[in-house]
């Protein structure tokens, strides 16, 4: 009887440690794939329940310029469209901590961990955002990113994610054009983790909205009324993004016409970095 009671305990504490072990995941570079709402994902799993794993991949702009980055020593950078949080961030159960020193802190419920995918579930209505709904709570699926990073900053730095934070008033002319160079880092960083990842299928170049058009003989600049909404959306106002637009046509204009002998992602980072030289030069 001792006997059992002990083999009982044993299956009873060691149930207990499964139960409230934290579900983690590794540190890493984690590209989201599939994002629903909360409706979405009710009805998606109503379908097929594999529609709603972590693995399970959508297709929208969003996605490809969306991320959660866990780095060396507690640090964090999340990018989701327009929200950009960078920190520390922690394990707290069956959650991730996530803290902000200027926006503020969220925590985000684990849903389901898989080898190199996590589903994270969270309300993100707190942040300012144009494009990201705010009245439920949204499900993410990331997988990880195991692109070798060869040059810096990456993608994945806050550093040229900078012009995600959503202006609150109409900026002066040296504030929309530092905006307008953040993105232009950011757009050069991306095709540089393109071309590095050797998958380019995996990837939507029209991720990034941009008033550049990205062909593979090179890059022009798109007439305004033909610029993507949700570029001019950057900016606090339209007069803002003009402004951005014009700067944009001056470094197009004024910049040196180099030719190279590459063509496709490599020759679009060559011609995105000619216009960040050239647009670094003017006033």
């Given at each position: ?274 216009l960040r030289n050239s647009l670094s030069t003017l006033k």
């Amino acid at each position: 009887m001792k006997l059992l009671l002990l083999i009982i305990s044993a299956i009873f504490l060691s149930s207990c440690a499964f139960f409230g072990k934290n579900k983690e995941f590794p540190i890493g570079n984690y590209q989201v794939i599939c994002g629903y709402t909360n409706d979405g994902y009710l009805e998606a799993k109503a379908k097929d329940p594999l529609n709603i794993e972590p693995d399970a991949y959508c297709d929208h702009p969003l996605h490809y310029r969306s991320f959660l980055s866990l780095q060396d020593k507690g640090q964090f950078v999340l990018a989701i469209g327009d929200i950009l949080l960078y920190g520390k961030y922690r394990f707290e159960g069956n959650k991730i901590e996530l803290v902000d020193d200027k926006k503020g802190t969220i925590s985000l419920d684990i849903i389901q961990v898989k080898k190199n995918f996590v589903q994270l579930k969270g309300d993100f209505s707190q942040f300012n955002s144009a494009h990201l709904p705010n009245t439920e709570r949204l499900f993410l699926n990331f997988e990880l990113d195991k692109t070798p990073l060869r040059e810096q900053p990456s993608k994945f730095d806050s550093v040229v994610n900078l012009w995600r934070n959503i202006p609150t008033s109409a900026e002066n002319d040296q504030e929309v054009k530092a905006r307008a160079l953040n993105f232009l880092d950011y757009s050069i960083a991306y095709f540089q983790h393109i071309s590095n990842s050797g998958v380019h299928s995996d990837y939507k170049i029209d991720g990034i909205e941009s008033p550049i058009t990205y062909a593979q003989n090179g890059i022009v600049l798109k007439q305004w009324e033909d610029v993507p909404v949700s570029w001019k959306e950057l900016f606090y106002n339209e007069e803002n993004a003009l402004v951005a637009y014009k700067y944009l046509m001056d470094g197009f204009k004024y910049g040196e016409k180099e030719k190279y002998s590459v063509s496709g992602l490599l020759l679009i980072t060559f011609y995105l970095k000619n216009l960040r030289n050239s647009l670094s030069t003017l006033k």
